[in-house]
């Protein structure tokens, strides 16, 4: 109310206002004026009082007040009835920039004004840099890079060659006088037609393609003049003239050679001399018969005289000369053949008839005609082949109840007898198994001794199984079960585990397909502790750096850090999702929360929300002065370029922060990079 107060002598005053009812007014008399701080106090809707400071009726005084001591705190007015004195006092918050003050140099980042004077005082404040007058020098040098040759020395005298478009040293700057013939010698002889036999001469200063002949012709060689040709190996033609020094070849003909038969026994001095041309028959009808056969017996060849003289034949042909009294020399079956052209002996094919009358002894492993001999290949003929014994092993004679019987060797006997397979038929491996009866899984089971599990065969399209239990793995390659990637069902199927090159995904109600998460996860098993720095460190260092590898695709993740020994100073610190990695990252949304104050103490959470990797905000939640500092992240983001992340964060104040056991970070992939949805949305 608006009070108006006028002094009434001894009276005291006289206080006028204004009541809480409209359009009335209230008179305060008092019997002394109001003490200093004393306030007016209404004690009804026509009447106020002075009262000391604060009171409000019977109401007492608090000894307490809220101390403020964070900045941007809203004002209340409060509900309590308690009073505050008159000299109360707030109090203010702990100075924030005490140390920044104090400190030498409280923005490392920048420089000082010192630092700067003495960058520009100083004779070389570029050591790593070149300076104007080294350029200088190196620009008037004649030769400022003396380990390299000069362009100008290239295809120079004393300098180096040069490379001409096809990269090869141009032929104007070899020198290869003396080491090959010129270019014009090889181009002619080049272009001379390839003749067998010919030689390639000098003719008259010029190179020519020569025939034998012609060399003989341009040589001047005359048939006697053999002079120089050193020693005579194969000679062909006609030989006329005397030949002096040892042939040491093979002489092909001898025509035109001439000379006693005296002479030529002595010049075929090994006595292998093998006559291969047609030999004229001899026609006397007087020395053969209508065969051929000799039957003049005045016939005989004598050492004597190269005559035939006739005589009867007897006895055996012998081979020596002049006489028919000693034995034929040796030769081979090859060369029996050849002499033998009416096939009546054969060696080595055909057949042998007749019987056996020498002493080859029967053997003692086979009966019949086979000799003592090892029978390598197929018993042929019309004389059957009887086994008695294998390798030493009694083997049985066959009867006619031996049919569909196979041998089988039984060792407490030492033999071979005849035995029926149990259950009959052929055990083959060239046909299938169609040959057999129709046969049920009961019945294949029967014969099988070592499988696993009972009931039906299993194939491998749409076979039902009951309770199977799977093998355990190890670690070898392709010893757990897997599945292979493929095209999902048109309409997923109730109970159906599928997977395509992005995700596995199963059904629990029909048609509406979902994805099973793989989840990528990593947890602090031991504390770590950061570089006192403010730059982006990796959360997790086990395994080392933290990284993660991830193909392309659409991911979701979540994260709950909680770090401890952090700056007093107020602050906390920024969150990046790929830090230094590798992967490439598109489409990223999440919502980071965090509080700033100790553990077991309700603080205000708040965060913030990003559409990059990097929080550029100098703080992930409010700043506060605590040095406990925990904070969540979930989201989404796609790798469009596959590569690696490295979940990391950065401290706005410097210090040796440590990263509590526990905390994680894990995502899993949802889907390719156009994923829109899984499931059976309409």
């Known amino acids: 109310m608006s009070v108006v107060i006028n002094t009434l002598g001894d009276k005291g005053y006289v206080a006028r206002g204004i009541s809480s009812v409209p359009g009335e007014w209230v008179e305060i008399v008092e019997d002394a004026l109001p003490e200093v701080g004393d306030v007016l106090t209404a004690t009804g809707p026509y009447a106020a009082c002075w009262q000391p400071s604060g009171n409000q009726g019977s109401n007492t005084a608090s000894d307490t007040v809220v101390t403020e001591t964070a900045f941007g705190n809203s004002s209340t007015a409060g509900i309590l009835t308690t009073y505050s004195r008159g000299d109360h006092s707030h109090g203010t918050p702990t100075n924030p920039v005490t140390a920044h003050e104090a400190a030498s140099d409280p923005h490392p980042l920048y420089t000082l004004s010192t630092e700067l004077v003495a960058h520009e005082e100083a004779a070389d404040p570029h050591p790593v840099y070149a300076l104007d007058s080294d350029l200088s020098s190196h620009i008037s040098a004649s030769d400022p890079h003396t380990g390299y040759q000069r362009e100008s020395e290239k295809g120079a005298t004393s300098g180096y060659a040069s490379l001409d478009a096809g990269g090869k040293v141009p032929l104007a700057q070899l020198d290869y006088t003396g080491l090959q013939p010129l270019d014009s010698d090889l181009t002619t002889i080049a272009g001379l037609t390839a003749t067998t036999n010919n030689f390639i001469a000098s003719v008259g200063s010029a190179w020519a393609s020569l025939t034998p002949a012609q060399v003989k012709t341009t040589l001047a060689i005359a048939n006697t003049d053999v002079s120089g040709l050193g020693t005579l190996s194969t000679q062909s033609g006609t030989f006329s003239g005397t030949s002096s020094g040892t042939n040491t070849g093979d002489q092909t003909s001898i025509a035109g050679i001439q000379g006693t038969k005296a002479q030529f026994d002595t010049a075929v001095t090994d006595g292998n001399f093998l006559y291969t041309g047609d030999i004229t028959q001899y026609t006397d009808e007087l020395a053969q018969d209508a065969c051929g056969a000799m039957v003049d017996t005045s016939l005989v060849y004598t050492d004597l005289t190269p005559l035939l003289s006739r005589a009867a034949l007897s006895g055996a042909v012998t081979a020596s000369a002049g006489s028919n009294t000693t034995a034929l020399g040796s030769f081979t079956t090859a060369q029996l053949n050849t002499a033998l052209s009416d096939n009546d002996i054969v060696t080595g094919g055909g057949t042998a008839t007749g019987t056996n009358t020498g002493d080859n002894a029967v053997n003692s492993l086979y009966s019949g005609l086979v000799t003592n001999a090892t029978h390598t290949g197929d018993a042929t003929g019309t004389t059957a082949l009887t086994v008695v014994k294998i390798q030493g092993k009694d083997f049985p004679t066959l009867s006619a109840g031996d049919d569909n019987k196979y041998p089988k060797y039984v060792s407490a006997s030492n033999a071979f007898v005849m035995t029926t397979l149990a259950g009959g038929g052929d055990a083959l491996v060239a046909n299938p198994l169609s040959q057999f009866a129709s046969t049920t899984s ?241």
């Open 442 to 682: 009961a019945q294949l089971a029967g014969v099988i001794s070592d499988e696993t599990g009972t009931g039906v065969a299993v194939f491998n399209i749409s076979p039902s199984l009951t309770s199977p239990v799977i093998a355990a793995g190890s670690a070898s390659a392709n010893s757990w079960p897997k599945l292979t990637a493929g095209t999902l069902l048109t309409t997923a199927e109730d109970g159906a585990i599928e997977m395509d090159a992005d995700c596995l995904y199963s059904c629990t109600d029909a048609g509406n397909r979902g994805v099973i998460p793989l989840e990528h996860i990593i947890r602090a098993d031991a504390t770590r502790t950061f570089t006192s720095n403010t730059t982006q460190q990796a959360i997790f260092n086990a395994p080392t750096n933290g990284t993660l590898t991830l193909e392309t695709g659409v991911y979701m993740f979540d994260a709950l850090i909680h770090m401890t020994a952090m700056s007093a100073t107020s602050g906390n610190g920024k969150f990046s999702l790929a830090g230094a990695g590798t992967a490439t990252l598109g489409a990223i949304l999440y919502r980071a929360f965090g509080a700033d104050a100790a553990n077991d103490v309700l603080g205000t959470m708040s965060g913030v929300h990003e559409v990059i990797s990097t929080q550029t905000v100098a703080n992930l939640s409010t700043a506060a002065i605590a040095t406990v500092f925990c904070f969540s992240v979930h989201g989404t983001f796609e790798v469009t370029v596959a590569g690696t992340i490295i979940p990391s964060f950065a401290q706005t104040t410097a210090a040796a922060a440590v990263v509590s056991i526990g905390s994680y970070f894990r995502c899993n992939r949802v889907g390719s990079t156009t994923m829109t949805n899984v499931g059976q949305w309409g």
